[in-house]
């Protein structure tokens, strides 16, 4: 397939990623193929594969010519599982797969206790389906393997939105270890691919630093209200998810954990009713969905920002303590954290910042592919 020179270019930044606009002549090449990838000069620049309906028409695999088969998938998968082993501590959740950072665009794997979810994202995975869940059952010898197809990018891939189980048989109840928390995981129809793997090591670091009555708006199944349990007098658990908050009040007895308290609303309205109502906490976890879906959303996402950490930062006591997340890959550190700091003008407060901190490990970022780097999480005082 023939691209042109800025796409060359593109490659040789080190980003796989290579738009419509810059392929020149696609050849023969059909949905989902492996394609060998050259420049105007007619130099190879390495194996991609094609989707012939999203505006990324080209996810490189390899700088090589390259068959993109069993083998190749096995090592590919086995070098991701071998980074995890040294990364992922404490827990038998991760992410064991992260497309783009992993050199395997279009594919992820989650790893809950024995069984595994899976999720392709773009034509040319999607065609591997049946030999990538071959290789994880040779490496992993699961109970079940899940394609959790229901995310809406699979849409621009002209794919289907589905759940299948793939291999084996999932069971009830599916149950993992993290952290020393025994967490129930609804593998078929929880958020994302069940528990929110990336923000773990944010989950510990908030443990230290949490402690008196403690909100934690978003919580979803839990995750950061079940770590700072311990460390707090109470602490209010707030999701619009219904569904979600079943899970993580279960995760809490399971836990033997008593001092949650779950509540089904709107999160900045009940931000707003507790400024009203004079409320003051020592903790605040602030962990909102992406605002910023796309860069052209980036504006009303730093207003949300500011808005939702304004409305934070006025509930705390001196010396409590914000964590704020964003995980817009589109809104940086910097935008994050110039968002807080005009809320926290805007309040009339003095913030310093304790811990600035990122996705788990187990969601690697590459330097050259900004896009692997979405996740921001501050941990802030109020002076
Ligand atoms: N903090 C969680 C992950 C949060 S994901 C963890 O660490 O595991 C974002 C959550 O925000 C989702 O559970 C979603 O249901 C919830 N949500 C989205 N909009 C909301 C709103 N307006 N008010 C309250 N919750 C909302």
Known sequence: MLVNRKAAGRVASGHPWIFSSDVVDRGAAAPGDAVRVVDPG?????TAHYSSSSLISLRMLSRRPQAVDSAFLLGRLQAAEAHRR????????????????????GLVVDRYGDCLVMQTLDQGMDRQTAAIAECLVEIFTPRAVVARNDASVRSREGLPLETRVLYGQVPEDVRVTMNGLRLQVDLMGGQKTGIFLDQRENH??????????????????????????????????????????????????????SNIHFLEANAFDLLAGHAAAGRRFQTIVLDPPAFAKSRSAIEGALRGYREINLRGLKLLDAGGVLITCSCSHHVSEAMLLEA??????????????????????????????PETHYLKCLVLQVV
């Open 42 to 46: 007619g130099r190879l620049l390495g």
């Open 86 to 105: 040294l990364v992922v501590r404490g827990s038998d959740a991760y992410r064991v797969v992260f497309g783009e950072a992993d050199q395997l665009p």
């Open 204 to 257: 510990l670091a908030a443990a230290r630093w949490a402690r008196g009555k403690a909100l934690d708006c978003f919580t979803c199944t839990g995750g950061f209200a079940l770590h700072i349990a311990a460390q707090c007098e109470t602490v209010e658990a707030v999701d619009s998810s219904a569904a979600a908050l079943e899970t993580a009040r279960t995760n809490a007895e399971a836990n033997g954990i």
């Open 340 to 369: 807080v700091a005009q809320a926290s003008l805007d309040a009339g407060r003095t913030v310093r910042v304790l811990e600035r901190r990122t996705q788990a490990l187990d969601h690697p970022i590459l330097l050259t592919v």
